[in-house]
């Protein structure tokens, strides 16, 4: 869009300048687009920052931590799959399999609600996940009710 200048006329037609006219209201607009865009950067900045602060507590076996974390990120980005990829982590971590697998599959349902934001391939990593989480709680499951029997 050509940039009106101030002696312009005023392109809503008013027959006033732009000076006089709707120049200060389309600054105002232009200035909030721009700090909207700024914070919404850094929100995915913090957004990220937070994401990864889970990703290390969890690999310090910080669990606790990690899970209030991961907590506070589904809180604070209600709109993004982060904080269930992240709880995933964490019960994964403590061998909860199905409470892991539950998380991955609303990350799926994020992915599938906005295709636009996701690469494809990250469903299938997610539903190789699940699969194998499924296993892995079966197995133990099974291990479970054997030491039952024998105890
Ligand atoms: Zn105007």
């Given at each position: 869009m050509p940039k009106t200048g101030r002696n312009d006329p005023c392109p809503c037609a008013s027959g006033k300048k732009y000076k006089h006219c709707c120049l200060d209201k389309d600054r105002a607009a232009d200035l909030s687009a721009a700090v909207r865009q700024r914070v919404a950067l850094q929100e995915s900045q913090a957004l990220d920052v937070a994401s990864n602060a889970v990703v290390d507590l969890v690999h310090d076996g910080r669990l606790d931590e990690a899970e209030q974390a991961a907590r506070e990120l589904l809180a604070r980005y209600?709109?993004?799959?982060d904080g269930y990829d992240r709880l995933g982590m964490v019960h994964e971590a403590r061998g909860q399999f199905r409470e892991a697998a539950e998380c991955y599959r609303k990350v799926i349902e994020f992915t599938r609600a906005n295709?636009?934001?996701?690469?494809?391939g990250l469903v299938d990593i997610f539903l190789e996940l699940i699969v194998k989480l499924e296993a892995s709680a079966a197995q133990a499951e099974c291990a479970l009710n054997d030491a039952d029997r024998s105890g």
């Open positions: 209600p709109e993004v799959h295709p636009e934001n996701y690469d494809p």
